[in-house]
């Protein structure tokens, strides 16, 4: 199947999905969330979706087996996953967070906005957030503002944030 066609029917599957108005206890900021559900007896789109996921973790532990450290070292041998899905709307955000019973986080979107070079669509990595203090002011935050559907792999340890919606625009 073209990529294309899957993203389409994603998408369908995802607008039907019951959505919560800034969930409580979430980072959601104007938009809305569904639970934590979507992978727990996904079907059509969302099965597939799974499968890439599964795939893509399998890739990132192939990867990354020979790096020296704790966190790849500590990489499990089974795995559950959660998923959910966000839609931001004008102005919308995402606070800084961390998914803490997680091992492996990561991210899929759907659509980014097309802003030129304008930070909205950014997605921010941290050391930072929860009102820690910052032990290090040489560790700079990164951001990736890649104006496509994009997937990647971190550790739970970084703080994500920032999915920003343009205050121009309703989606």
Not at 12 to 24: D, H, R, S, T, Y
Not at 84 to 95: E, P, S, V
Request: with cysteine; aromatic share 14%; hydrophobic share 35%.
């Amino acid at each position: 199947m073209d990529s294309t066609k899957f993203l389409k029917q994603l998408a369908g599957a995802l607008e039907k999905q019951a959505v919560i108005w800034e969930p409580f206890g979430k980072s959601t900021v104007s938009g809305f969330q569904t639970p934590a559900v979507l992978f727990e007896d996904p079907t059509g789109p969302l099965a597939d979706l799974k499968r890439i996921v599964e795939e893509k973790i399998k890739l990132y532990r192939v990867e990354t087996v020979s790096e020296n450290c704790g966190f790849i070292d500590s990489f499990p041998e089974s795995f559950s996953l959660n998923a959910w899905f966000g839609r931001l709307l004008k102005g919308g955000y995402r606070i800084p967070h961390i998914h803490p019973s997680g091992w492996l986080s990561g991210v899929f979107y759907l659509r980014c906005p097309e802003l030129g070079d304008r930070e909205e669509g950014a997605i921010e990595f941290s050391l930072w957030g929860y009102g820690y203090p910052v032990l290090d002011e040489g560790i700079q935050n990164t951001h990736t503002t890649q104006r496509m559907v994009i997937s990647c792999c971190f550790p739970r340890r970084y703080f994500t944030a920032r999915f920003l919606s343009t205050p121009t625009k309703t989606d």
